[in-house]
């Protein structure tokens, strides 16, 4: 469980890294997205961006400080939850909503295993 665990740590970190800077570089089709097909500003674009690199530096940052694991995958877990709702509410549909809800599950799965592993620790 617990290499598991670090691995889709791992991963993730790494994919939010590369989907945060995408975000903050503003790529045209990131902010074609946010503002003709979403329906939000370039500003908010910019906000996710930041949250997502921010919490992929804390999820690497979480192999030496493991308290922090929990805290940014639950960020992680909201910011999912609102693009899978983005892609719905838009009328994408599940198909291009099913790769946020499956970053969605990963980020649940280091959540609840880090915190298992916290607990085993105590």
């Not at 790529?27 to 946010?34: G, I, K, L, R, W």
């Not at 921010?54 to 030496?64: P, R």
């Not at 899978?84 to 280091?110: C, N, R």
């Not at 880090?114 to 607990?119: A, E």
């Amino acid at each position: 469980m617990k290499w598991t665990v670090r691995i889709l740590q791992g991963l993730l970190g790494v994919g939010f890294l590369l989907f945060g800077f995408m975000k903050l570089s503003g790529d045209p089709a990131q902010v074609e997205a946010f503002n003709n097909i979403y329906g939000y500003g370039t500003g908010f674009m910019y906000v996710v961006g930041g949250v997502e690199v921010l919490s992929a530096a804390g999820l690497i940052l979480g192999y030496w400080w493991h308290k922090i694991v929990p805290v940014v995958s639950g960020v992680l877990i909201i910011v999912m939850a609102g693009a899978v709702f983005t892609h719905l509410q838009a009328g994408q549909g599940f198909g291009v909503a099913m790769m946020p809800l499956v970053l969605l599950l990963l980020s649940l799965i280091v959540l609840l295993g880090q915190r298992k592993i916290m607990k085993a620790k105590a």
